[in-house]
């Protein structure tokens, strides 16, 4: 087997990885291993956390939209239930902007959700 003089895919990886350590406290920033640990713990926390953020907006959304079906007299889930019926729809998240931003048109999509329910 030939030797092999340079080794750039692993120094192009290390490289890589310091660049990423830099805003690291003490050694986590200028050590190999202490900054590769560091690194990978922290990509692994990014990893989880992308998933976690859409959990936690949609979770948000369902708070803002059973806040203003509340003011509404009615639950989130026969607010849901009344607009799915009268065959609006909109996602969760423009939902929860026009709860925050425009009471008004709230307000019409939970009498178009009251008057799907009753036909029913």
């Given at each position: 087997?030939?030797?092999?003089?340079?080794?750039?895919?692993?120094?192009?990886?290390?490289?890589?990885?310091?660049?990423?350590?830099?805003?690291?406290?003490?050694?986590?920033?200028?050590?190999?291993?202490?900054?590769?640990?560091?690194?990978?713990?922290?990509?692994?926390?990014?990893?989880?956390?992308?998933?976690?953020?859409?959990?936690?907006?949609?979770?948000?959304?369902?708070?803002?939209?059973?806040?203003?079906?509340h003011?509404?007299?009615?639950?989130?889930?026969?607010?849901?239930?009344?607009?799915?019926?009268?065959?609006v729809?909109?996602?969760?998240?423009?939902?929860?902007?026009?709860?925050?931003?425009?009471?008004?048109?709230?307000?019409?999509?939970?009498?178009?959700?009251?008057?799907?329910?009753?036909?029913?």
């Open positions: 087997m030939p030797r092999v003089r340079s080794n750039v895919v692993r120094l192009k990886r290390k490289k890589q990885v310091m660049k990423a350590a830099r805003g690291a406290f003490g050694a986590r920033s200028k050590l190999w291993k202490a900054a590769k640990e560091n690194v990978e713990r922290g990509w692994k926390y990014a990893y989880r956390d992308r998933k976690n953020k859409k959990r936690d907006f949609r979770k948000l959304w369902i708070v803002r939209i059973n806040a203003a079906a003011q509404h007299d009615m639950s989130y889930s026969v607010f849901m239930n009344g607009l799915k019926r009268a065959g729809e909109i996602d969760r998240k423009v939902l929860a902007d026009i709860a925050v931003n425009d009471p008004a048109a709230f307000g019409a999509l939970a009498e178009a959700a009251r008057a799907a329910l009753a036909a029913a």
